[in-house]
C-alpha cells in the first residue's frame, strides 16, 4: 500500500508473496499513518506479478481510518 501526498509516493506497507498458490483468506493489517497527519493523501494499492501466465487477484475490505 502506497500513500500518495502531493507528488511524494511512499509505500507503508507490502506484502511480498512466494511463487505458490495460496488459498484465498483475509487477513489484517495495521499501518500507522501519523506522518501524514494534516495532508490530503491519496491511498494506492496495487497488485503485480512477477512473472507471466498467472493469475493475480487482490481484495481489499473494510478499511478504516482513525485517530488514536
Do not use: Y
Request: proline fraction near 1%; aromatic fraction near 4%; avoid cysteine.
Amino acid at each position: 500500500m502506497k500513500i500518495v501526498a502531493g507528488s511524494t509516493v511512499t509505500t507503508v506497507f507490502e506484502e511480498l508473496g512466494a511463487a505458490n498458490n495460496d488459498n484465498a483468506a483475509w487477513t489484517t493489517a495495521t499501518v500507522n499513518l501519523s506522518q501524514f497527519a494534516g495532508q490530503t493523501i491519496r491511498i494506492l494499492i496495487e497488485t503485480t506479478d512477477a512473472s507471466g501466465a498467472s493469475l493475480v487477484e487482490a481484495g481489499v475490505d473494510d478499511v478504516k481510518i482513525t485517530t488514536p
